[in-house]
């Protein structure tokens, strides 16, 4: 059986960390999307604040934006191809797709759409060796632990159908749609998760975590400004925003998590980053739950598949190389 490193099992501690750092940051633009009655706004303002903040970090840094040079050389000499710099592309079309399908399909059919779009993908992603860690072959125990993954969100979900708070509701075009087609975006949504992680780490190998973290967010604010703006064509601006400082702090930890990842995807490839992080998500939840209870509560099964994300985390670990 492969020895786990000490680097793999830090990396795996992260991992639960960036899940739980998710877990917060949705419940923090979910309430701050139910305000606005807007949950691709919520996402914007989201992603703003968190650009504004990387700005003056890097503009009071000479070493971060020394990382920035370090990434454009990378780009001019190769090693790093202008299409690994689009990951923040995946972000603002797994947030749309949420505020486009969840009122429709419910939490439990996108969630478990994403997560198998994400873990499968992470298998494919990690063959083929897009992530910095290098290739890493589909093997029995790493295809079974992503399936239990998905199985263990399909548990976990089971309880909770309704529309989160700050999704949009059913746009008319996609009124009368095909539920199958409906869950098809999700799970396109879910595979680019996977390939968001492998080249956000491509980038933070180039020029360190936080460089990476700062193209994330350009390329996803650029996404979400247009696809705000054509939701405003429609419904027009919002009438006023919240003051409640907190509803503002999403961007600030989607900085924490988004760096951390860049830079755990290397240690530990993006199968196993995925199921850590949904584990993680998973916990977190529970705890926020059970500290700040919503509409929805707590069930059994919840508890049940986060435990099992743990046991599929155990399984795809034994055959990390």
Do not use: K
Request: charged residues 5%; glycine residues 14%.
């Amino acid at each position: 059986m492969p020895v786990v490193t000490a680097r793999a099992r830090l990396g795996l501690v992260f991992g639960f960390g960036i899940g739980a750092g998710v877990a917060v940051q949705g419940r923090i633009n979910g309430a701050l999307g139910a305000r606005l009655h807007d949950g691709i706004a919520a996402a914007t303002v989201s992603f703003g604040t968190g650009l504004l903040i990387l700005v003056i970090v890097f503009a009071l840094s000479a070493r971060l934006r020394g990382g920035v040079v370090q990434v454009r050389r990378a780009l001019a000499a190769g090693t790093l191809r202008p299409w690994q710099l689009l990951g923040g592309l995946c972000g603002a079309f797994f947030v749309a797709c949420q505020g486009l399908t969840v009122a429709a399909i419910g939490v439990t059919a996108f969630t478990v759409a994403v997560v198998a779009g994400q873990l499968l993908s992470s298998l494919v992603v990690d063959r083929l060796g897009m992530a910095p860690n290098g290739r890493t072959p589909v093997t029995a125990l790493r295809f079974g632990g992503a399936a239990l993954g998905v199985i263990a969100v399909v548990l976990a979900g089971s309880g909770r159908s309704g529309a989160p708070t700050g999704a949009l509701s059913v746009p008319d075009s996609l009124r009368g749609a095909p539920t199958a087609l409906l869950i098809i975006l999700p799970a396109l949504a879910g595979i680019g998760l996977a390939w968001q992680q492998a080249v956000n780490g491509r980038v933070g190998q180039a020029g360190g975590p936080l460089p990476a973290t700062l193209v994330n967010f350009c390329v996803g604010l650029i996404a979400l400004v247009v696809l705000e703006a054509a939701v405003l064509i429609g419904s027009g601006l919002p009438a006023e925003f919240p003051t409640q400082p907190w509803l503002y702090l999403g961007g600030l930890i989607g900085i924490a998590f988004i760096a951390l990842a860049a830079l755990t995807v290397r240690w530990i490839g993006v199968l196993l980053l995925g199921l850590t992080s949904i584990a993680g998500q998973l916990l977190m939840s529970i705890a926020l739950d059970l500290a700040t209870p919503t509409s929805a509560g707590l069930s059994a099964t919840a508890v049940v598949g986060s435990v099992l994300t743990l046991v599929a985390v155990g399984i795809a670990t034994r055959s990390h190389p």
